[in-house]
T-cell receptor, first 111, second 114 residues
Framework: GDSVTQMEGPVTLSEEAFLTINCTYTATGYPSLFWYVQYPGEGLQLLLKATKADDKGSNKGFEATYRKETTSFHLEKGSVQVSDSAVYFC??????????FGKGTRLSVIA | DGGITQSPKYLFRKEGQNVTLSCEQNLNHDAMYWYRQDPGQGLRLIYY???????QKGDIAEGYSVSREKKESFPLTVTSAQKNPTAFYLC?????????????FGEGSWLTVV
């Protein structure tokens, strides 16, 4: 079945550091790819998405590019802030099916 | 405001009791979902429904039941058959979108068995 693999956390960075969270996937067909963010005690919020190969999703300074050749959708941000501390989830769907999530990566940004 | 409302936010249950978690959406979404979140395990799908009066089991449906009598409502019952129900439960909804489902989440419900 479809699956998503994320890098294990936690990831701890200093403010203004560069962030990369790796995400790779296995899917039948051509999935749409998503990054969700969860702040403490809250539900998940959509951060960005990409629906076809070579698409780049972006939002709030975060970016991810859909790489079909490497089956990857890595999340990047050039300069993280303390307010970016959260858990980040990579996810996919193929056609009209529920999202399949990775296990999440906890990010802590220290001032 | 449009969105997904889950209630209660916190719930305590004695062993052997059933409990129902409420989920209501006013986004006019066709599909609704229930996920369970445990530390270090990400989100796991319990049940989902793509149309009124129809629903499908997800990966961990045992010990849970749902109904979809109205488009805007998708309550989840955690039965006494669920062996380890203490968790954070997330309800979500989406349109049926050929480009892929963008799913919107509620704020979640914490269930603790005491």
């Amino acid at each position: 079945g479809d699956s998503v693999t994320q890098m294990e956390g936690p990831v701890t960075l200093s403010e203004e550091a560069f962030l990369t969270i790796n995400c790779t996937y296995t899917a039948t067909g051509y999935p749409s790819l998503f990054w969700y963010v969860q702040y403490p005690g809250e539900g998940l919020q959509l951060l960005l998405k990409a629906t076809k190969a070579d698409d780049k999703g972006s939002n709030k300074g975060f970016e991810a590019t859909y790489r079909k050749e490497t089956t990857s959708f890595h999340l990047e941000k050039g300069s993280v802030q303390v307010s970016d501390s959260a858990v980040y989830f990579c996810a996919l769907t193929t056609g009209n099916t529920p999202l399949v999530f990775g296990k999440g990566t906890r990010l802590s940004v220290i001032a | 405001d449009g969105g997904i409302t889950q209630s209660p936010k916190y719930l305590f249950r004695k062993e052997g009791q059933n409990v129902t978690l409420s989920c209501e959406q006013n986004l006019n979404h066709d599909a609704m979902y229930w996920y369970r979140q445990d530390p270090g395990q990400g989100l796991r799908l319990i049940y989902y429904s793509q149309i009124v009066n129809d629903f499908q089991k997800g990966d961990i449906a045992e010990g849970y039941s749902v109904s979809r009598e109205k488009k805007e409502s998708f309550p989840l019952t955690v039965t006494s058959a669920q062996k380890n129900p203490t968790a954070f439960y997330l309800c979500a909804s989406s349109k049926t979108d050929p480009s892929g489902n963008t799913i919107y989440f509620g704020e979640g419900s914490w269930l603790t068995v005491v």
